[in-house]
């Protein structure tokens, strides 16, 4: 495979073996990913169809290789990172998440970004606050999941989720029964960070949406839900905890972007350590 008149597609260990290949479009990022087979890429992009464009020029390239019972994945030029097969696809979002954050002009944010009745929630939150659960919950209430992970912030404040696929924890695989076919019949795949999970398919609405609701989620041990009022400051740090922009410091354009994403919008907190409860009162806040 060749990306361009003479270039072929390459890793820093030679030319790759390539058999086949997919177009995915991140938010209007195009990314080719290379299989060496077919084999590989039914393993592999199920997780991501729907990201899957029709073919085009990539702005960047990832390859996927066998070797005995090891998948290797690679940006081009980049070295391949050998892992088990339960491990690739992983692995694989960890890649596209990369190439994303070197292409995109706009911020990432770390964030659920759920829809009800055309109006905009965002839920942030540390690694192990719930964010994937509760967004995924939610949807018994009303709400339509955008993305549990990544939200793309626009100049102007408005956010467009990025729609991988939803990323459950072992721990959350029975609570969540309106999905239990789906969970049921997942792959099961290890994370870097040694947690088990499985992948659950999004079809997003890429359109831009300004935020009606943010909510900073505080799961606790034993604590009741409830919702208590985020002043500005916190609902500026809140997002800015979240954020990814290649920048070391605020810049105007960032502080610009998070102004106009809490213009407007309602801001607090979600303490809750039980699910069910937690469901009621987002929904209740959510109506305001």
């Known amino acids: ?58 702005d960047d390239h990832i390859v996927v290789q066998r070797e005995g019972e090891s998948i290797g994945l690679a940006r081009r030029g980049e070295d391949i990172d050998w892992v088990s097969p339960h491990e690739a696809v992983p692995l694989l979002k960890i890649k596209l998440t990369e190439v994303l954050f070197d292409h995109t002009d706009h911020v990432m944010l770390h964030a659920a970004q759920l829809e009800r009745d055309g109006r905009c929630l965002l839920l942030l939150g540390d690694a192990g606050a719930g964010k994937s659960t509760l967004a995924t919950a939610l949807e018994e209430a009303g709400f339509a999941l955008l993305s549990d992970d990544i939200v793309l912030l626009s100049p102007q404040g408005e956010v467009s989720a990025l729609p991988f696929p939803v990323t459950l924890k072992e721990g959350s695989w029975a609570l969540l029964g309106h999905r239990h076919d789906e969970i049921a ?60 922009s290649g920048e070391d410091s605020m810049s105007p354009e960032v502080f610009g972007a998070m102004a106009g994403c809490l213009q407007g919008a309602h801001y607090g907190t979600l303490t809750y350590s039980d699910l069910p409860r937690a469901l009621i009162e987002v929904s209740r806040y959510c109506e305001d």
């Open 185 to 244: 019949g997942a792959g099961e795949h290890l994370r870097p960070d040694a947690l088990n999970v499985r992948y659950l398919g999004l079809v997003g609405d890429g359109g831009w949406k300004p935020v009606a609701w943010l909510l900073k989620l505080d799961r606790q041990e034993d604590s009741a839900a409830t919702i208590a009022d985020l002043d500005l400051s916190g609902a500026f740090a809140a997002l800015l905890a979240a954020a990814w």
């Open 1 to 58: 495979m060749q990306i361009g008149a003479l270039e072929p597609l390459a890793t820093s260990s030679g030319p790759a073996r390539v058999g086949c290949s997919d177009t995915l479009d991140l938010a209007g990022v195009h990314i080719v990913v290379a299989f060496e087979d077919e084999a590989l890429r039914a393993e592999l992009m199920p997780c991501f169809a729907q990201l899957v464009t029709a073919p085009c020029r990539g």
